[in-house]
């Protein structure tokens, strides 16, 4: 029996509590969704939920009385061994032998699809990750997110969401401006200007701007000729570089096109007259401090001219336009104030605000020999993508980057993500699923398949009751709900920490059970079922290595 299985067989009880009478609900109220977790204290069951304790005030009940309610029901369910009230209202329960156990056999007749879910189905979702503006090479904070983002998604779409990855390209503004002149000065031979770009990457940039454009220089408009050309280079650039991280996008969005085809100016027409906007001091205001800002933001300037806010209206018009649901953001630390605006605008076109997450990164940084590696080799300034992937490899980088909640700063540890041992967490976890296949070699080498000779499955669940393999399964069964909740509260990490976990509870498995035969012994029922069970953890580490975008190595 599944954690989702207990959950359900729970909602029935309740259910059928509402049906016959013994539990009342208020008018208007509804039951609530079954959440059922692992107890701290395994003595405790296998298994607990305090959904008497969300419900009694439905019902007008004490929490134990819910609970005892509920009790009744379900101990007469198949799989349920006991079921105890505990403290204020906690149901504990425990399942027989064959029901815990039963998992292992779930986990591999599902595969890829185990832990997979529904919930999110019929959902599109923009998500806006990166984005970062092409006048130089991808920053820690961006691969982070690149990291994160692409996680992100892997999740929602594991929850049946339709997940459109966007990339929004910031093609106009005063930044390109600066990363033009700092071009044109480098192939002039003059240094950068002040407020410029400097590094190595302005230099081979310009250097290939003038061999591929030779009268470039002396064109009527030479900024312009290296703006359009320096721009395509380094978008070129970073989209490789993500690419080669394991990051493509499906929508890849020009910030000019809001303003080229007219979509700013019309619709600031459209929410002057709508009363969405209002005016005062010669200029036009969004009201932003309603959903949490500081102070109303100025939309349209008194010179007429739109503000920066202008476009991220339109802009989300055009993602709502394009059939999006809900409109994700992934914001670097410095955005907080975007949070509200964001919000602010989607009230504006009469749109409800929760149509917008916003969710802010905070800062990444990289230590060597115990010292923050400050600056790159290339960029000169930062420390870029290629710089972390050059030092550690794609998948220690993007692990490192996922497991820790966007809302921390993080010490990225090079001399720790470079060490082959159970310190470093990435390949601590794939060090696990390597040793799962080395397991199912050596069983096949044995004589040991999950079948029987006729080819029938065996499969006794009875006969995993070693206290490492309840671990185990426990841990494995535990897998659709961190996942369920990664995507519900976008937080990636929680896979990768439960990984972690699960590579604990299978190394300790892995130290006292066999599942290859020794010396003479022969093949029996229990080496079959413990392949099930070996199978089992290597799926599931397989399937949450993939969803965060990191390899599953069959050897290391």
Not at 270 to 279: C, H, I, P, V
Not at 472 to 481: I, K, R, T, W
């Amino acid at each position: 029996m599944t954690p989702e299985q207990l959950s359900l067989a729970v909602s029935a009880c309740l259910q059928d509590a509402v049906a016959q009478g013994d539990l009342a609900l208020a008018d208007g109220a509804a039951l609530p969704e079954v959440r059922i977790e692992r107890p701290k204290n395994r003595e405790h069951g296998d298994w607990a939920t305090n959904v008497a304790m969300q419900l009694a005030k439905k019902v007008g009940r004490a929490p134990r009385d819910v609970a005892a309610v509920v009790q009744d029901r379900l101990q007469g369910t198949p799989g349920v061994a006991a079921v105890d009230v505990a403290g204020p209202g906690f149901l504990n329960i425990t399942l027989d032998a064959a029901a815990a156990a039963g998992i292992a056999r779930t986990v591999v007749e599902q595969g890829e699809a185990f832990g997979r879910a529904d919930s999110l189905a019929g959902t599109s979702i923009n998500l806006e990750f990166v984005s970062a503006n092409p006048t130089g090479p991808v920053h820690l904070g961006g691969t982070r997110w690149a990291a994160v983002g692409d996680s992100l998604a892997r999740v929602l779409e594991a929850q049946g969401a339709e997940v459109v990855r966007e990339y929004y390209f910031n093609d106009a503004g005063a930044q390109i401006d600066r990363f033009a002149r700092s071009l044109l000065a480098r192939a002039q031979g003059l240094p950068a200007p002040e407020d410029g770009y400097g590094g190595e990457y302005i230099t081979e940039i310009a250097e290939r701007i003038v061999a591929e454009n030779p009268g470039v220089l002396d064109s009527g408009d030479p900024q312009e000729g290296f703006r359009a050309a320096g721009v395509e280079l380094m978008f070129a650039e970073i989209k490789s570089s993500l690419h080669e991280f394991g990051v493509d996008f499906d929508v890849y969005f020009h910030e000019q096109s809001l303003f080229s085809n007219g979509a700013v100016e019309g619709l600031l027409e459209q929410l002057k007259s709508s009363g969405a906007l209002y005016f005062a001091d010669g200029a036009w205001w969004l009201r932003s401090s309603a959903y949490g800002d500081d102070k109303d933001r100025v939309v349209v300037k008194s010179d007429g001219q739109a503000a920066y806010i202008a476009g991220d209206i339109a802009y989300f018009k055009n993602k709502r336009d394009r059939g999006a649901d809900l409109c994700i953001y992934m914001l670097g630390a410095d955005h907080h104030g975007y949070v509200a605006r964001l919000k602010a605008a989607a009230a504006a076109l009469g749109d409800a605000p929760e149509r917008v997450e916003v969710l802010i990164g905070q800062m990444v940084n990289l230590v060597k020999d115990g010292v923050p590696v400050r600056m790159s080799k290339r960029a000169g300034t930062v420390v870029t993508m290629e710089d972390l992937v050059e030092a550690v490899g794609v998948d220690a980088a993007r692990y490192s980057l996922t497991r820790f909640s966007v809302d921390s700063n993080i010490d990225v540890d090079l001399d720790l993500l470079t060490r082959r041992s159970n310190e470093n967490p990435v390949f601590y976890v794939q060090y696990a699923h390597a040793r799962t296949c080395a397991v199912g070699r050596n069983a096949e080498a044995a004589g040991v398949s999950r079948t029987g000779a006729d080819g029938e499955a065996v499969f006794d669940a009875a006969l995993l009751d070693h206290p490492t393999e309840g671990e185990l399964l426990a841990a494995l069964g535990q897998y659709p709900s961190v996942l369920a909740q990664a995507a519900e509260f976008r937080e990636p990490h929680r896979v990768a920490r439960h990984l972690e976990v699960l590579a604990g509870t299978y190394h300790r498995w892995y130290d006292v059970c066999r599942v290859a035969p020794q010396g003479d012994d022969g093949v029996t029922d229990l080496h079959r079922t413990r392949l099930w069970l070996n199978d089992a953890a290597r799926q599931v580490l397989a399937n949450g290595l993939g969803l965060l975008g990191v390899s599953a190595p069959e050897r290391m």
